[in-house]
């Protein structure tokens, strides 16, 4: 038997379909899972006639790979990629190298990458995005940590991955964590996106009283926008022709208002404070996700404050497309928090980002897939040394354009009484980045008054300090 070229540890149904999808695109490949029964599950419902080899121990597994062994790991982020890879370690030979194709920390990422090289093997953290349909079909790659591991994939990475116009959605993105850290901020704009979409649905649910087959017209129409065009507004306009076949109702109104979450949208947010780069958006979208699952509290509040919400009575049309601008205007918003922290994550842990290149990778195969990454992408290339996409003259002008349309929705969102977090935090964080002079004197002046904290002045040189005693 010829040796395997690429070997999948992991088979859940990411892991199997991203076994498929290396097969299928003509390299043999070694399979092996820690309960057998899966493997042989796999094997025989979806490997018949393909050419994949099982191993039911990591040494028969590891003997079937051809040198340089490529193995993918496709476990549970945390403890699980730890315990595979102590038992692949000393089964492996320098040169080998392991994937982690999970949504790691990057911390984690960073950590698992100094070992490994330290032993003369290669670890590549890489992001896949695309949920099981882009794992079978071509995701969104984003591999990081030992170029030289990198090298020996990519032959393999471009073929499974996502093509689009400018190629395959797949490129090296940077050492140690770099892979699972832009995969992490995919995820924090995701969350963004997502609770932007849940809040337009909202305002035009709620508040103007659109039914399920409007708000799917809706939506299509949207889908069809250069501005919208995207995965996301794809299946929310076909959620809302989902009926359920159990009671003929449409499904999405029988879904429980609870939204689960497994981390990588608050690691965002929490690395995004660490490096001190504004992210309301998205911090917004976490904050959302958390308050939706405080349901009984939720419930016991709605018979205690009783507060009707308003109902929109003025012209429906104008509306959709103001909560159209708006949704626009704060996605804008929420991608330039998420670029702008890459710039920074870049600088410190100096993974040498090309962000217009990261954007490219985005444009298909995963979640956030849009139109609208072109843009950013061009943006980037114009400029990389761009300090916010918001300066991008493209996106300046698009959203000075539609800022009128953003504002009346927010006001018509206070009045009727419909949060819209993600909305707010978007116009607030356009508001104060265009800002030459914000408030925070007055917070100074406080924090010398109280803490003798010392505070600089407009009309003296930068980095001298005052302090003032405020009591007489
Ligand atoms: C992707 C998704 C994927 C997954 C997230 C969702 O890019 O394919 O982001 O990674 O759906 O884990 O995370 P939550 O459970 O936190 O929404």
Redesign the pocket.
Same mark, same amino acid.
């Given at each position: 038997m010829t040796k395997r070229t690429f070997g999948v540890i992991g088979l859940a149904v990411m892991g199997e379909n991203l076994a498929l999808n290396v097969e299928s695109r003509g390299f043999p490949i070694a399979v092996y899972n820690r309960t057998s029964a899966k493997t042989e599950q796999f094997m025989a419902e979806r490997a018949q006639g393909k050419d994949v080899k099982a191993a039911y121990s990591l040494e028969e597994f590891v003997q079937l790979l051809e040198r340089p062994r490529k193995v993918l790991v496709m476990v549970k982020a945390g403890g699980p990629v730890d315990k595979v890879i102590e038992q692949l370690k000393p089964l492996l030979e320098p040169g080998d190298m392991i994937i982690d194709g999970g949504?790691s920390l990057y911390e984690d990422t960073e950590r698992r990458t100094q070992d490994l090289e330290a032993t003369g093997l290669g670890f590549v953290g890489m992001g896949?995005?695309? &949920?099981e349909e882009?794992a079978l079909k071509g995701p969104s790659l984003m591999p990081g940590g030992t170029a030289s591991a990198y090298q020996e994939l990519e032959p393999i990475l471009v073929k499974i991955a996502a093509q689009v116009d400018d190629g395959p959605c797949v490129a090296y993105i940077g050492r140690g964590g770099a892979g699972h850290y832009v995969?992490m901020v995919?995820?924090g704009i995701?969350?963004g996106d997502m609770q932007l979409i849940a809040e337009a649905y909202d305002l035009l649910k709620l508040g103007a009283g659109l039914t399920n087959p409007e708000l799917h017209a809706v939506f299509a129409e949207w889908n069809k926008t250069e501005e919208l065009n995207s995965f996301l507004i794809e299946i929310t306009a076909d959620i809302f022709t989902k009926m359920d076949t159990e009671t003929d109702q449409h499904l999405v109104d029988l879904i429980m208002d609870t939204a689960?979450?497994?981390?990588? &949208?608050r690691w965002t947010v929490m690395s995004a404070l660490e490096l001190g780069v504004p992210v309301p958006t998205m911090y917004a979208a976490v904050n959302a996700r958390i308050m939706s699952s405080y349901k009984d509290e939720r419930v016991a509040a709605a018979q205690e404050i009783t507060a009707e919400v308003g109902t929109f009575s003025g012209d429906k049309q104008t509306f959709i497309n103001q909560v159209r601008d708006a949704l626009y205007c704060s996605k804008m918003c929420s991608y330039a928090q998420g670029m702008a922290l890459l710039r920074k994550a870049s600088q410190e842990y100096n993974y040498g980002l090309d962000l217009g290149e990261d954007a490219r990778i985005w444009k298909g195969g995963?979640?956030i897939r849009a139109g609208f990454l072109d843009k950013i992408k061009a943006a980037f290339t114009e400029n990389p040394d761009l300090p916010n996409l918001l300066l991008a003259p493209e996106f300046k002008q698009s959203i000075l354009d539609r800022q009128s349309a953003w504002r009346e929705v927010l006001v018509m969102a206070n009045q009727l009484g419909i949060a819209v977090p993600a909305f707010s935090s978007s116009l607030d964080y356009f508001d104060s980045y265009r800002r030459e002079r914000l408030p925070q004197n007055l917070t100074q002046a406080q924090r010398d008054y109280f803490g003798a904290h010392t505070y600089e002045r407009t009309d003296k040189p930068k980095g001298e300090f005052f302090h003032t005693q405020w009591m007489e």
């Open positions: 949504n896949v995005s695309g &949920g882009g995969k995919h995820n995701e969350y689960g979450q497994k981390g990588t &949208g995963c979640i």
